[in-house]
């Protein structure tokens, strides 16, 4: 859609449709609808590194990661081991700290495998990606994982919208009938069909 206002909206072919609610779920786009409160939400963007191998001969049996990981993700928090363990990658591995770099490691259904992936924040990014940022993550995954063929066939990025504010995601009605949400960050993919069930069961 390229405009949004209460009870319709207007499609890319220039017409413009009825609805009774109107949910805007645009990701990083939704700037486009609405600038002014984009601006205002306390979203940045967040640009990840991502590579795949060639597929494998054997399949690997589970989806990997390592100490890296529990430094990354919020829902380790509370282990009292960590303390420990991101002082020592403060003073061994700062560069993977810099990056927000942690490896995950998983395959898909013809054998390739998937890794990534690092973090830089900010509103706007380069292009183009780092190839010692990618030298760093294939570094620490030898450090735990040996494939038999670690050649790598493609690299991208993606980007999602991130909270700044310590929200876990954006959920703002800019006027009656239109409902914007947003900014699930990193953790999207796991929590979005359960709060969009949760949003949609309120009205
Ligand atoms: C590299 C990478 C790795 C990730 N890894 C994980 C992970 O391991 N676990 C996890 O939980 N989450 C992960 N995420 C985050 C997760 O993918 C996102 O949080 C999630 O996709 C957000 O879902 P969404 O529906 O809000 O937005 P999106 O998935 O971004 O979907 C928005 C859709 O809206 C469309 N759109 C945009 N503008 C318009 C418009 N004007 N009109 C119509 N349509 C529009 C877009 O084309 C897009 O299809 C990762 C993200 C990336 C980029």
Redesign the pocket.
């Known amino acids: 859609?390229?405009e949004v206002a209460t009870g319709r909206v207007r499609t890319g072919d220039g017409r413009w449709h009825e609805a009774d609610q109107v949910f805007i779920?645009?990701?990083?786009?939704?700037e486009?609808?609405y600038p002014l409160v984009f601006a205002e939400s306390g979203i940045t963007r967040c640009k990840?590194q991502?590579m795949r191998t060639a597929a494998q001969p054997a399949r690997l049996g589970a989806s990997l990661c390592a100490g890296l990981t529990l430094t990354h993700y919020k829902a380790f928090e509370k282990l009292p081991g960590l303390p420990a363990l991101r002082k020592r990658f403060e003073a061994e591995m700062p560069e993977y700290l810099r990056w927000g770099i942690h490896v995950?490691v998983s395959q898909n259904q013809i054998g390739e495998v998937t890794l990534?992936?690092t973090h830089e924040y900010g509103l706007h990014h380069d292009p183009f990606e780092r190839a010692e940022l990618n030298d760093l993550v294939i570094k620490y995954l030898e450090t735990f994982c040996r494939l038999p063929k670690p050649q790598i066939t493609e690299t991208w990025?993606?980007?999602?919208p991130k909270m700044t504010n310590g929200k876990n995601w954006f959920h703002h009605e800019p006027e009656p009938g239109v409902t914007i949400?947003?900014g699930?960050?990193?953790?999207?993919?796991?929590?979005?069909f359960g709060l969009a069930e949760n949003v949609v069961k309120s009205f």
């Open positions: 859609m390229t779920c645009a990701g990083q786009d939704f486009t609808l990840l991502m995950l990534g992936d990025h993606g980007i999602y949400l947003n699930l960050g990193g953790a999207g993919m796991t929590l979005s």
